[in-house]
């Protein structure tokens, strides 16, 4: 596996060559995290997203918050693939935990569901989205959210302490998906839930058109197919899991030609291979 970051017009791109989602080198997967956490670095100190939408536009695969009680335009980054929020069953008084919560988009919106007898604790590794998450949160007047940094391979959160836990278009990112939702499954209650809005692969991609669809897209790179994710999900003893929602992410012959090989888009057409957008919720007994 190698990984390069370049940056290409406002945004910071990753590049893997290999199977990240399944790097299993501890050594790997703290590179790709370095990685990362420098590119959405760039991304809130820019106050503007391109990690999984896009630089020319948004709509391919973040879906528009507006209009619902919590949106804070200040906190939307066009960086999810989603909304985990609508369809997470919350309710007033529930705590609910946000993992990689960026700028707190998801965070704002579940405060106001969940009221001053819940609480929301959104968790991201990248400390300039912390910091602007805390900025918004202050800004907004936000009582019941606070912003924690740390690792979702290393939730810094104890046992059974969330009844909900909802994420928008991170774990792909994370390059142990197993350790990532054996840890949500560690500080969900029970009868706790989670719902996440992630990027999955249908087949397999060709390497170029993979690349491309990282540089148009984003949050390709490091996903992993929608089989291998929902049996992780059932590993780890989620039960009744439930794809709520998918929607495929069309990436036009012209945009991936940009990148790839006629010969290679075809290839990738007849395979029937595809860019998967899905919503998903597990329950813990
Ligand atoms: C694509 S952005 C999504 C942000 C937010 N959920 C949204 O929809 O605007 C991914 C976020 O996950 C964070 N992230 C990625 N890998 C992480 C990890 N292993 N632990 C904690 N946060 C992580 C990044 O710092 C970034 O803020």
Not at 62 to 85: K, N
């Amino acid at each position: 596996m190698e990984i390069t970051i370049s940056e290409s017009g406002c945004c910071t791109e990753i590049k893997v060559e290999g199977p990240l989602g399944s790097a299993t080198a501890a050594t790997k997967g703290s590179e790709v995290k370095e990685q990362i956490r420098q590119a959405y670095g760039k991304n809130a100190e820019r106050k503007s997203g391109c990690g999984c939408s896009s630089e020319t536009d948004g709509t391919f695969m973040a879906e528009s918050y507006e209009g619902r009680e919590g949106y804070e335009s200040d906190a939307d980054l066009a960086l999810g693939c989603g909304i985990p929020t609508d369809l997470a069953d919350l309710r007033e008084g529930q705590d609910v935990l946000d993992l990689g919560s960026g700028a707190g988009i998801d965070a704002f919106i579940v405060s106001k569901i969940v009221g001053s007898e819940g609480s929301v604790t959104g968790l991201d590794f990248t400390p300039q989205m912390i910091e602007l998450a805390r900025k918004n949160a202050a800004n907004g007047g936000y009582q019941n959210v606070q912003f924690v940094e740390g690792d979702i391979e290393e939730m810094p959160l104890p046992n059974g302490s969330f009844d909900r836990i909802v994420s928008n278009c991170v774990i792909n990112l994370v390059p142990d998906k197993k350790k990532a939702f054996e840890g949500m499954f560690r500080v969900l209650r029970h009868e706790g839930s989670f719902t996440v809005s992630d990027v999955v692969l249908e087949g397999v991609l060709p390497p170029t058109v993979k690349a491309s669809a990282e540089m148009i897209a984003g949050c390709v790179a490091g996903a992993v197919t929608r089989e291998n994710y929902l049996d992780v999900v059932r590993e780890v003893g989620f039960t009744n899991v439930t794809v709520q929602r998918e929607r495929q992410i069309n990436l036009s012959n012209e945009l991936l030609g940009e990148f790839a090989s006629k010969e290679e888009i075809k290839q990738f057409r007849d395979s029937g291979a595809a860019i998967i957008s899905l919503t998903v919720t597990g329950h813990k007994a």
